[in-house]
């Protein structure tokens, strides 16, 4: 477009209009087409593919839910997905989104959520209750895992029990309270043992071939279970700072890895606490050495493995893949995008897909092709 009139004796009259034209066509054409004039040629909005476009090639399924996302399931049939938030459990179709069955007296909240592998249950933790004037969640009730019709309840006593893992075959059940670790043998009547010395930042993982469970102790340790003897068999201390806790713990579908999720919290004021940093650390359990670790920013530290191969989730408000097989040590970095704006994240058992929630957002991601996906 000619701003200018190009006849030299007609420049005079045309210079503070023209100049003004300009200026306002140049400005315009800036905002639209994102560029300056003489800038170059540049592909076209519709041709550029963005980062985020890339990721959402991935995306499987999304759905809506009513209220913010605080924890997440999924079947072990990966056919439901179930979400806990402040009005109580939902109960999702995993291939369309719609809602199968609600519960709203048992639970509600960041409450633990835990399938048994063995029968159609899901095991909750109780809303919180005073005892001697201490207020915990005192209770672990036991749904019907296609209805959430309540089919029984366990009295924890003193135990406030913050964190539930069932047993590859569904015939334990494990809790994490910070006054100690309870397993419960799940035939017939629940019985109950109370580990000695297990007192847990509430961090719990039990091993994919039924070996191990793991709990995170307030000492920044990581206590190893055999599963059977109920004994500990080992402590891995970790490298986190000072005032670390752990906050979460998985294992590798072969036992071999155990992956570590720490923060470091401290005072923001007297009566306020704050994040001060979070890390994640892949141990090996037999060495008893740390083989991978990693920090990133955020407020939390989770992390969950595949149940297929060596591909790690680790999310603190973003989330990063890991394909462990191919980092080398002179090169640790993660193989997959970042996912912004996970609260929580879980691998349904086949591992081809990862379900995450974002506040009122849930979405099942193609994992091959979210680590086909390089980030810079």
């Not at 400005?27 to 593919?49: C, M, R």
């Not at 997959?336 to 058992?349: E, H, I, R």
Request: charged fraction near 15%; glycine fraction near 8%.
């Amino acid at each position: 477009m000619t701003l200018y009139h190009p006849r030299p004796e007609r420049w005079p009259q045309f210079t503070l209009k023209g100049l003004l034209i300009g200026v306002t066509l140049a400005a315009l054409l800036f905002i639209v087409t994102g560029s300056a004039i003489g800038a170059g040629p540049e592909k076209s909005p519709e041709k550029q593919v963005t980062a985020d476009q890339k990721t959402e090639s991935a995306l499987v399924a999304s759905f809506q839910v009513p209220v913010p996302v605080l924890a997440l399931a999924v079947s072990p049939d990966g056919k439901h997905i179930v979400t806990s938030g402040r009005s109580g459990i939902s109960l999702w179709d995993a291939t369309n989104g719609r809602l199968a069955a609600t519960n709203t007296t048992a639970s509600a909240g960041n409450t633990p959520l835990a399938f048994s592998p063995g029968r159609p249950l899901l095991a909750v933790v109780g809303h919180a209750k005073r005892v001697g004037g201490i207020a915990g969640r005192r209770e672990v009730i036991l749904l019907d895992a296609t209805t959430l019709v309540m089919q029984s309840k366990i009295e924890t006593g003193i135990h406030s029990v913050v964190a539930l893992a069932f047993s590859p075959d569904g015939k334990k059940l494990v809790g994490s309270a910070s006054t100690a670790t309870i397993v419960w043998a799940m035939g017939g009547q629940a019985a109950e043992q109370v580990l000695p010395d297990s007192r847990s930042d509430g961090a719990l993982a039990f091993s994919p071939l039924g070996k191990f469970f793991a709990t995170g102790s307030p000492a920044r340790s990581i206590q190893i279970w055999d599963a059977i003897s109920l004994r500990p068999t080992a402590e891995l201390k970790t490298s986190a700072t000072k005032r670390a806790r752990i906050q979460s713990l998985a294992f590798s579908p072969d036992d071999k890895l155990l992956a570590v999720g720490w923060e470091a919290v401290g005072e923001k004021n007297a009566s306020q606490r704050m994040i001060t940093a979070i890390g994640f650390q892949v141990w090996n359990v037999q060495t008893r050495s740390i083989v991978f670790e990693s920090s990133q920013p955020g407020h939390r530290s989770y992390v969950t493995f595949s149940p297929r191969e060596n591909i790690l989730a680790t999310y603190s408000g973003a989330m990063c893949l890991w394909n462990l097989d191919r980092i080398l040590p002179e090169r640790s970095r993660f193989v997959g995008p970042v996912l912004t704006a996970v609260n929580v994240a879980q691998f349904p058992p086949d591992g081809k897909t990862l379900a995450t929630a974002s506040e009122t957002t849930v979405k099942l991601w193609n994992v091959e092709k979210l680590l086909a996906i390089q980030d810079p």
